[in-house]
């Protein structure tokens, strides 16, 4: 089945530095979305991506999707505490939307200030 | 506006205990489901619904039940708790099924231990 891969597990940074984390699915994907998890919370919608080599910021955070759909790439820029997390990337399920969405194992964020 | 709310936020049961897991979500959402988050898997799907009266199996559905009765409610049943069983549930909804609009709503996760 589909399976969509996050590297790295863990990222520590010192403040200040950037952080990338990447997404890899096995299939092309129709979009991808990424959700934030504080420690100890739940989940929370970021963005999607829909179109080939889309690139979108918010603020400090630039999010690619590739030109072939299959890859996607989280970049943060001047990381701060309030960073710190998990990130998820995730894909519709081989079938389409309706059968719900592979999510990748996630990057958890670490900064030391 | 409540979003998506779970219930109850921290439960103990013995092996071979039933338990049902609670879901509404007042957005008038059509799509509903539930994951589960283990240390180091990520977030597994359990069960989905497209709408009332229709549920489907997601990746791990096994020693889990789901009703959709109505648009709003989508509970979680554990048949015969079992220790492989402890984990945080998360119950998520979205405006749709289409790809495009499948946004996830989650609530704020069910934490279980069996013991």
């Known amino acids: 089945g589909q399976q969509v891969m996050q590297i790295p597990q863990y990222q520590h940074v010192q403040e200040g530095e950037d952080f990338t984390t990447y997404c890899n699915s096995s299939?092309?994907?129709?979009?991808i979305q990424w959700y934030k998890q504080r420690p100890g919370g739940h989940p929370v919608f970021l963005i999607q991506?829909?179109?080939?080599?889309e690139v979108k910021k918010q603020k400090r955070l630039t999010f690619q999707f590739g030109e072939a759909k299959k890859n996607s790439s989280l970049h943060i820029t001047a990381t701060q505490t309030t960073d710190v997390g998990t990130y998820f990337c995730?894909?519709?399920?081989?079938?389409?939307?309706?059968?719900?969405?592979?999510f990748g194992k996630g990057t958890h964020l670490i900064i030391q200030p | 506006n409540a979003g998506v709310t779970q219930t109850p936020k921290f439960q103990v049961l013995k092996t071979g205990q039933s338990m049902t897991l609670q879901c509404a979500q007042d957005?008038?959402?059509?799509?509903m489901s539930w994951y589960r988050q283990d240390p180091g898997m990520g977030l597994r799907l359990i069960h989905y619904?497209?709408?009332?009266?229709?549920?489907d199996q997601g990746e791990v559905p096994n020693g889990y039940n789901v009703s959709r009765s109505t648009t709003e409610d989508f509970p979680l049943r554990l048949l015969s708790a079992a220790p492989s069983q402890t984990s945080v549930y998360f119950c998520?909804?979205?405006?749709?099924?289409?790809?495009?609009?499948?946004?996830?709503?989650f609530g704020a996760g069910t934490r279980l231990s069996v013991l």
């Open positions: 998520a909804s979205s405006y749709s099924p289409l790809s495009a609009k499948n946004i996830q709503y």
């Open positions: 299939t092309t994907l129709s979009n």
């Open positions: 991506l829909v179109k080939s080599g």
């Open positions: 995730a894909g519709p399920r081989a079938g389409g939307g309706a059968d719900g969405l592979t």
């Open positions: 957005m008038n959402h059509e799509y």
């Open positions: 619904s497209v709408g009332a009266g229709i549920t």
